[in-house]
């Protein structure tokens, strides 16, 4: 069988799960089961395969077809500039997230010498794309999980920012070190109750740990605004994503600890996702 053939089969069995991209998930999927890179696979679409190959095409179909993300079956995820490895351990790096980098790039123009700090820092993706954009800052960045550390670390490595970063494995509530000029987080924001209704690919296979936000959503978002009060300078910046419903309640949360609210950014789908705050 050739490439072409083998994916518009592949795609047949991914829209029969009514997965949406179903074209494009099996030709990155061939790309990968032949380990070459999508353009090539595109061009050479009349090359045979090997029994291997399409051995290995047909297991990454199916594991597709069950709901598990492309980007956990190929490793990779294209995030602001650069590729990040990413596993089922880390959340899959989101085009909203990039919120925070842009606001981050827009308030750090005339900047030098920034110490930053990321709560949760999963793959590295918010993080390390700072570090990657401004050469003379220095990034901090801590979570729970000892696997994210792991691949935030390898992330740094392959990005060449990892001389500039130091990774912690903590809870929130008990990272005490430092004074921080820019504190940014996507923490868990999801509600409880709501997490069995998230796409299937999401509440299957993403990291319960990185969805979580407690009975309310808020819990983690609450730990964390708080313990930013605490290791940010006067006048430094607090750039923090949430849920689509929790701009109004997130605002109290950051002024009750003593942040001025700079502004709110959207996401592509229109939903509040981003609030820019000051330490006063
Ligand atoms: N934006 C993610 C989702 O809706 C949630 C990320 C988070 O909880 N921080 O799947």
Not at 56 to 66: D, G, K, M, P, S
Not at 159 to 171: E, F, G, I, R
């Amino acid at each position: 069988m050739n490439i072409d053939l083998a994916i518009n089969h592949g795609s047949k069995i991914l829209k029969n799960k009514l997965i949406s991209n179903s074209i494009l998930d099996s030709e990155i999927l061939m790309a990968k089961a032949i380990n070459k890179d999508r353009s090539f696979v595109l061009i050479n679409s009349n090359n045979l395969l090997t029994k291997n190959d399409l051995n290995r095409f047909y297991n990454l179909i199916q594991q597709r077809a069950l709901g598990n993300p492309v980007a956990y079956l190929t490793n990779k995820k294209f995030f602001w500039n650069s590729e990040f490895f990413v596993s089922n351990d880390t959340l899959i790096p989101r085009p909203d997230t990039e919120l925070i980098i842009e606001n981050v790039l827009k308030l750090t123009k005339q900047k030098n010498n920034m110490n930053i700090l990321d709560i949760g820092v999963g793959s590295g993706c918010i993080l390390l794309s700072i570090l990657k954009e401004r050469v003379n800052f220095y990034g901090t960045g801590i979570d729970i999980s000892n696997k994210c550390l792991n691949i935030s670390k390898l992330n740094a490595i392959k990005l060449k920012v990892s001389s500039k970063l130091k990774l912690y494995k903590t809870d929130v509530d008990k990272f005490n070190l430092g004074k921080y000029d820019l504190i940014v987080s996507n923490p868990p924001y999801i509600k409880r109750s709501k997490l069995k209704y998230l796409d299937k690919d999401v509440a299957e296979f993403e990291p319960r740990l990185a969805l979580d936000g407690g009975l309310d959503g808020l819990s983690e978002i609450r730990k964390v605004i708080k313990k930013s009060s605490e290791l940010i300078k006067k006048n430094g910046k607090f750039i923090l994503e949430i849920g689509f419903d929790q701009k109004n309640k997130v605002i109290n949360l950051l002024k009750r600890e003593g942040f001025y609210i700079n502004s709110t950014s959207k996401d592509l789908a229109s939903n509040d996702r981003c609030i820019v705050s000051t330490k006063i």
